[in-house]
T-cell receptor
Framework: GAVVSQHPSRVICKSGTSVKIECRSL??????MFWYRQFPKQSLMLMAT?????????EQGVEKDKFLINHASLTLSTLTVTSAHPEDSSFYICSAPLAGLNTGELFFGEGSRLTVL | QKEVEQNSGPLSVPEGAIASLNCTYSDRGSQSFFWYRQYSGKSPELIMS????GDKEDGRFTAQLNKASQYVSLLIRDSQPSDSATYLC??????????FGTGTRLKVLA
């Protein structure tokens, strides 16, 4: 199947610092990517939709100035958690749909576990 | 509000039995349906996709879709302890509009 790669898989940072997470589609182009957050024992929560060449679309309640998304190319989207605080500690997962506007299978990256001290 | 509903479980089945996971969705216009498996601490992994009414089989997995009743199910035959995970149902409800259920936790008892 299609491969989506995410990096880093784990990051520990101090409160107040910024952390960047990369999401790459390795063998297909992705004009759209999705960023999710998942707290322990909870379901996936969609944070934002990343669009190549335009601004990301954020879900209600997600601060766009805190979670900066840049979709720089057809294979790369980045999520930057700015001024991270302990409550931002979570499992962040990106995904990209394979071609097909209404049928595309969604493939997930490996996830990035963020711990803010 | 478009929804995808799943029983949270846990669903416990003995090793070798058939595990049956169910999902209902609210948007009649949905066109594609997916089952994902998520192990604890890992990201979701695509198991099956189904687009038309009926059954689709892949190894020990069978996905069933009934658009009239708005449900999709996943059967796992000869369940193994390694199948123990959370199974997420997802529905594509429009152009890149993926709606996920909250997942059903499956426990296969050795």
């Amino acid at each position: 199947g299609a491969v989506v790669s995410q990096h880093p898989s784990r990051v520990i940072c101090k409160s107040g610092t910024s952390v960047k997470i990369e999401c790459r589609s390795l063998d297909f182009q992705a004009t759209t990517m999705f960023w999710y957050r998942q707290f322990p024992k909870q379901s996936l929560m969609l944070m934002a939709t990343s669009n190549e060449g335009s601004k990301a679309t954020y879900e209600q309640g997600v601060e766009k100035d805190k979670f900066l998304i840049n979709h720089a190319s057809l294979t790369l989207s980045t999520l930057t958690v700015t001024s991270a605080h302990p409550e931002d500690s979570s499992f962040y997962i990106c995904s990209a749909p394979l071609a097909g506007l209404n049928t595309g299978e969604l493939f997930f990256g490996e996830g990035s576990r963020l711990t803010v001290l | 509000q478009k929804e995808v509903e799943q029983n949270s479980g846990p669903l416990s089945v003995p090793e070798g039995a058939i595990a049956s996971l169910n999902c209902t969705y609210s948007d009649r216009g949905s066109q594609s349906f997916f089952w994902y498996r998520q192990y604890s601490g890992k990201s979701p992994e695509l198991i099956m996709s189904i687009y038309s009414n009926g059954d689709k089989e892949d190894g020990r997995f069978t996905a069933q879709l009934n658009k009239a009743s708005q449900y999709v199910s996943l059967l796992i035959r000869d369940s193994q302890p390694s199948d123990s995970a959370t199974y997420l149902c997802a529905v594509n409800s429009g152009t890149y509009k993926y709606i996920f259920g909250t997942g059903t936790r499956l426990k296969v008892l050795a």
